[in-house]
């Protein structure tokens, strides 16, 4: 097993990259942080399942990159203080959309679930995807291709 000194210096290059993807430039360098800090406070008990550990880096990143943005969102504030009123009625519908979606995606089996999660809510390539799944690129893109064809036909089934 590698050192965690080992893992920073090769991986810390690749989970800024991916942080630098989803967050504002000036706050990059403090994510990192906190997430190489989650990292080692849980080397101690990190269990290798197969699966790279530069998957287990990008979930600890995607944690916290979560974290950033719930803690930027406004809490109790008026709904006209977030969105023009103009936008009022379009935030409403992409809102019962996401709902139709997400009821949708409940139904899938767990690996088109975390297929579909993966790909289009956390924007992971297919060979992040091949990792987390412990198989390759190709077979992710199948999987990828198949769970959407379900999703589309759980979708179809609740507008009828």
């Given at each position: 097993m590698i050192t965690f000194e080992e893992l920073y210096t090769e991986h810390a290059p690749t989970i800024r990259a991916r942080i630098a993807q989803r967050v504002d430039r000036a706050d990059v360098d403090d994510l990192l942080?906190?997430?190489?800090?989650?990292?080692?406070?849980?080397?101690?008990?990190?269990?290798?399942?197969?699966?790279?550990?530069?998957?287990?880096?990008?979930?600890?990143?995607?944690?916290?990159i979560v974290s950033y943005y719930r803690?930027?969102?406004?809490?109790?504030?008026?709904?006209?203080?977030?969105?023009?009123?103009?936008?009022?009625?379009?935030?409403?519908?992409?809102?019962?959309?996401?709902?139709?979606?997400?009821?949708?995606?409940?139904?899938?089996?767990p690996r088109d679930?975390?297929?579909i999660t993966l790909r289009f809510a956390e924007d992971r390539t297919f060979e992040d995807i091949a990792a987390q799944l412990g198989t390759t690129p190709s077979s992710a893109r199948v999987f990828s291709h198949r769970a959407v064809k379900r999703l589309r036909a759980e979708l179809a089934e609740e507008i009828k």
């Open positions: 942080s906190d997430t190489m800090l989650a990292a080692w406070r849980s080397w101690g008990t990190f269990e290798d399942r197969g699966a790279p550990v530069v998957a287990w880096l990008h979930t600890i990143a995607h944690n916290v803690k930027q969102r406004p809490a109790n504030a008026p709904l006209e203080a977030v969105t023009d009123q103009g936008d009022v009625c379009a935030e409403a519908e992409a809102r019962i959309a996401f709902a139709d979606v997400r009821h949708a995606l409940g139904r899938l089996c679930q975390q297929v």
